[in-house]
């Protein structure tokens, strides 16, 4: 082997390996520009007002996005309500209960729902709950977000329960423990860690959602009593507002979408750190 | 864990029953270009009458006419009004007529974007035609030159922007574009939503501004209110009589007074309008009432805003730069809207 | 004895002895494995009932056109002639560039952290990546109008102009908005989901297949790119197709910076339109049942291609972790 050939295949070596850092390094500099670019811009508009007001008619500066916000926990609300106790109950089936085709079958089918795009589970909503009943309402917008909301949980909860060890059921069932009673007392509160961060997820992910919102929540200048009426939500309220012209709805927008991520972010780094301290079962 | 849960019962049960006291809720949808109007007027009326909320969102006046022929909101808005066959489907579906309330008068102007160019550019007609038929693609084409002399029309691309989504003030456009061009007639036509020759989209009067006044070299139609508000440069158009004429509350109310008179129904067209001193693309814009609403405290509010609307809401109208209804259409409407069951 | 016998029977409950006490214990688990069962088929009914739903509600559309819609250029709501071909293009467009810049990125990060990185570096940054993917659409879509759209008017587009402008790729105008912005915003939002899998899936390749190829004299790199991402393949395709069947139902962030207008053209600058942002813009106001049932056609083709590549997607990651426990 030539000694040119050894020092070109070295430093084509370093080269490479060199290249592959900076990828690294410029992805996760990426997320740090986000979170900058929304610090800065969202910072400087976010004041009281921002989250107790009502928004001012068209065109009219001030007034902020308390009915967005208000609107926004309402619909997750809904959705985990919704959508929650489904992904639970299915993700035990699957973990504890499950025959091999029937499982085999309600996994590839939440794997579908889940890669459905969201503006696709937008038009499914509209035609279940606001078309019957005639009405946009904070109710469809929830039915939406949960559905979306079952696939994440299911998987996650099967999981967890998957790995909770197999000599803590045993040791339950030889204390004469039937076998909901395990589930319930024993695998359960020991998957609880897990599952929970599951969950939380999932709502942090449809909390972001708009599309579907788009077609069944609809929107609202004013508050949303209830739940059969059209609501804001931050999603709706960034997307309309960063698409006009307005100067002070852009400035708004760029508020309500640090607050929308810092919520995000929150629920995801939160969770991760409390589930890695909490010595439950590894990763997701 | 049980008192939680009992908590969370007792907040839902609650956060529902607010909304079983006696504020009367509408819901309505549709055209952006009244949207600063409505919003303004819907503001104002619940600071009058804080038991009645009216929600209206824009969406376009396609998404008006089709949620108001769902049935998913109580009324609609537009500013193309319904078509024939449109009405006639509305009356297979519900089972009972649609109403067309006149409410302002507004203007479609032709606002723009280019570097250096601070005055107010000439349009002809056969110019905007051109332009939105993709046929003139420079801003410095002799057909805009012509009415402009002394202007240093760049040798730039025209970006064209049109609506992305279904549109009154797309109709309101297209019909004043079928009237000054059987190319364009022929070719695309006039409806809320076109197969657009060239162009970007914009969603809602909003979303055009938005892009025009970010896109270097652009021209978009909007609404009189939205190039005033954010500061958009907006051009003179070229009426039939052959002026160039800049949309203002007086071009745009000769406009309606030397067009024809009032249909019945209230759906007339008045773009090209005839006369010296008229605005070529005026146009009503329209409320879209179910002519049964079944609900009586919902009819009643309705009511009381539709006549609050033709006589103390007239007076917010200027201050947003649309006109205020000819008194002959007022007394018309004034009628109509006991024809409301 | 027999007083014994009278103190037992006396003093136990009713419905004592251990039949009984099976029978219970069996019924609630019963009770159990009923209610789990109807969640779990709770969800197979919403996925058929979303499909019968898109299928039904489509009917006018396909009976009208058939396959052609597939191929028409036109999107014409005036004369009611529906096409979905500008459409499924801009979707393809925006999603091969997304993972034109995705991949090469992805995969590049992706070996960094598998092979290089630390274990404890590697898996902090593979969480705060991860993190990246939490972000929602709108708020890219945010970022996308104020800051890429700009950059893309005068800086990206300009240089790509000066350097490439001969290309059929790079002619016509440029507005900010279009099918190349579109895509860069897409390859932020995908990338993570190729560094995460492909990350594992590296993780996952025999550590005697690395040394191997080290002993017989390569180098890292060498090692890494003729050896281990090799075996890795086929699940390195599979995040492929993962993050392109995330691309292509993105919805919010794509409509806010792609222009909306119905376009095919050779020009990345040019606007344009995707399935997903249609849909999306349009929906609530298709004035006319055929309007309506052409959307939903395409809210059914949609369905079908992303089913179809997370399909794939699945069968290739498995096929990858299942030759890692083979070697």
Redesign the interface.
């Known amino acids: 082997m030539s000694r040119l050939h050894l020092l070109w295949?070295?430093s084509?070596?370093i080269l490479?390996?060199t290249?592959?850092?900076?990828?690294?390094l410029?992805?996760?500099s990426?997320?740090f520009l986000?979170l900058g670019?929304?610090l800065w811009?969202g910072g400087k508009s976010l004041n009281l007002s921002f989250f107790t007001q009502l928004p001012?008619?068209?065109?009219e500066s001030g007034g902020g996005m308390a009915n967005a916000i208000v609107g926004s926990l309402?619909l997750l609300?809904l959705a985990a309500v919704l959508g929650l106790?489904?992904g639970l109950?299915?993700g035990?089936?699957?973990a504890?209960?499950?025959g091999k085709t029937?499982s085999f079958?309600?996994r590839y089918?939440?794997?579908?729902?889940?890669?459905?795009?969201?503006?696709?589970?937008?038009?499914?909503a509209?035609?279940?709950a606001?078309?019957p009943v005639?009405?946009?309402s904070t109710f469809a917008g929830g039915v939406a977000l949960g559905?979306m909301a079952?696939?994440i949980t299911?998987r996650s909860t099967e999981e967890f329960l998957r790995a909770v060890p197999g000599t803590l059921r045993e040791g339950a069932m030889a204390l004469g423990a039937?076998?909901?009673?395990t589930?319930a007392t024993v695998v359960l509160p020991a998957a609880k860690g897990g599952i929970i961060t599951g969950m939380l997820?999932a709502l942090?992910?449809v909390?972001?959602?708009?599309?579907p919102l788009?077609?069944t929540a609809?929107?609202?200048?004013?508050w949303s009593?209830?739940?059969?009426?059209?609501t804001a939500s931050l999603?709706t309220v960034?997307?309309?507002y960063?698409?006009?012209?307005?100067d002070d709805w852009?400035r708004q927008?760029?508020a309500a979408?640090l607050v929308?991520?810092a919520l995000?972010?929150v629920a995801?780094?939160g969770t991760?750190l409390a589930l890695s301290r909490g010595g439950a079962a590894r990763g997701v | 864990m049980k008192k939680n849960i009992v908590m969370v019962c007792l907040l839902l049960g609650l956060a529902a029953a607010l909304g079983a006291d006696s504020t009367v809720l509408l819901n309505g949808a549709g055209a952006t270009f009244p949207n600063p109007m409505y919003s303004k007027w819907f503001d104002t009326y619940h600071q009058l009458h804080p038991n009645i909320q009216v929600n209206y969102q824009s969406i376009g006046s396609g998404g008006g006419i089709r949620q108001v022929l769902a049935g998913t909101v109580d009324f609609g808005a537009s500013d193309g009004p319904m078509t024939d066959e449109q009405i006639a489907e509305f009356k297979k579906q519900r089972g009972m007529d649609i109403l067309h309330f006149p409410t302002v008068l507004g203007a479609d102007v032709p606002s723009y974007n280019i570097q250096g160019v601070a005055t107010d550019l000439k349009f002809t007609q056969k110019a905007l035609a051109g332009i939105y038929l993709g046929t003139i693609t420079q801003w410095n084409d002799p057909e805009i030159a012509k009415a402009n002399p002394g202007v240093n029309l760049p040798a730039a691309d025209i970006v064209v922007v049109h609506r992305s989504d279904g549109s009154g003030t797309t109709y309101i456009w297209t019909d004043f574009l079928s009237k000054a061009s059987d190319d364009w007639k022929n070719k695309v036509g006039k409806n809320t939503s076109v197969n657009w020759p060239v162009g970007l989209g914009g969603k809602g009067n909003e979303g055009v501004s938005g892009l025009v006044k970010q896109t270097p070299n652009s021209i978009g139609y909007i609404e009189l209110i939205y190039a005033v508000q954010n500061n958009i440069s907006y051009g003179e158009v070229q009426n039939a009589a052959g002026k160039f004429i800049k949309a203002d509350l007086a071009s745009v109310t000769a406009a309606a007074a030397s067009s024809k008179d009032m249909p019945e129904d209230f759906r007339v067209s008045i773009t090209n309008a005839p006369g010296p001193a008229a605005y070529p693309v005026s146009s009503f814009t329209w409320l879209l009432i179910p002519g049964k609403i079944p609900d009586a405290a919902k009819r009643d509010a309705i009511k009381g805003f539709l006549n609050w609307m033709i006589t103390d809401g007239q007076k917010y109208t200027e201050g947003l730069s649309y006109a205020q209804l000819p008194k002959p259409v007022v007394a018309k409407e004034k009628k109509a809207i006991s024809l409301i069951q | 004895m027999s007083a014994t016998a009278t103190i037992i029977a006396a003093t136990a409950p009713p419905e004592a002895g251990p039949r009984a006490f099976i029978r219970r214990l069996r019924h609630g688990d019963e009770v159990a494995h009923l209610v789990t069962f109807i969640f779990a088929a709770s969800i197979l009914l919403l996925t058929s009932m979303l499909v019968y739903e898109l299928w039904v509600t489509s009917h006018l559309s396909r009976a009208k056109f058939g396959w052609s819609f597939l191929a028409t250029r036109i999107w014409d709501p005036v004369f009611e002639n529906f096409g979905a071909l500008p459409y499924i293009y801009g979707t393809l467009v925006t999603s091969a560039i997304a993972l034109i810049i995705a991949v090469p990125l992805g995969l590049a990060a992706a070996t960094f952290l598998a092979e290089l990185a630390p274990r404890r570096i590697s898996d902090g940054v593979a969480f705060l990546i991860d993190l990246l993917a939490a972000v929602p659409s709108v708020i890219y879509g945010l970022l996308g109008i104020f800051v890429v759209v700009p950059l893309m008017r005068t800086v990206i587009g300009p240089a790509l102009k000066n350097s490439l402008g001969f290309l059929p790729f790079f002619k016509g105008p440029n507005y900010g908005v279009g099918f190349l912005t579109a895509g860069i915003v897409l390859s932020i939002m995908v990338v993570p989901f190729i560094i995460s899998v492909s990350r594992e899936v590296l993780l996952t390749v025999p550590r005697d297949q690395r040394e191997a190829a080290l002993a017989l004299g390569a180098t890292r790199w060498e090692a890494t790119w003729k050896v281990v991402i090799p075996w890795a393949r086929a699940g390195i395709a599979g995040s492929v197709f993962l993050a392109l069947a995330r691309a292509l139902g993105e919805t919010m962030a794509v409509t806010m910076v792609i222009g909306n207008a119905t376009a095919i053209s050779a020009s990345l600058f040019s606007p344009g339109d995707t399935i997903a942002a249609t849909i999306a813009s349009q929906f609530t106001e298709a004035t006319g049942d055929l309007y309506l049932s052409a959307l939903v056609e395409l809210g059914l083709v949609l369905f079908l291609i992303t089913f179809i590549l997370n399909g794939l997607a699945r069968l290739l990651i498995l096929v990858t972790e299942r030759g890692g426990q083979r070697g």
Not at chain 1, 109 to 124: A, E, R
Not at chain 1, 207 to 211: I, L
């Open positions: 295949r070295k084509l070596n490479m390996l290249l592959t850092g900076v990828a690294a410029l992805v996760v990426v997320l986000i670019c929304l811009n001012k008619p068209v065109g309402k609300l106790p489904v109950l299915a035990v089936y699957l504890e209960f499950g029937f079958v309600i089918t939440t794997d579908i729902l889940n890669g459905v795009p969201s503006v696709v589970i937008g038009i499914f509209y035609t279940l606001v078309l005639k009405h946009f559905v079952i696939p299911v039937s076998k909901w009673r589930i997820l942090a992910r909390a972001g959602e708009t599309a788009l077609f609809l929107g609202n200048q004013f009593p209830g739940w059969s009426q059209p999603p960034i997307y309309a960063a698409l006009s012209a307005y852009h927008a760029w979408g929308l991520l995000v972010l995801n780094v991760r």
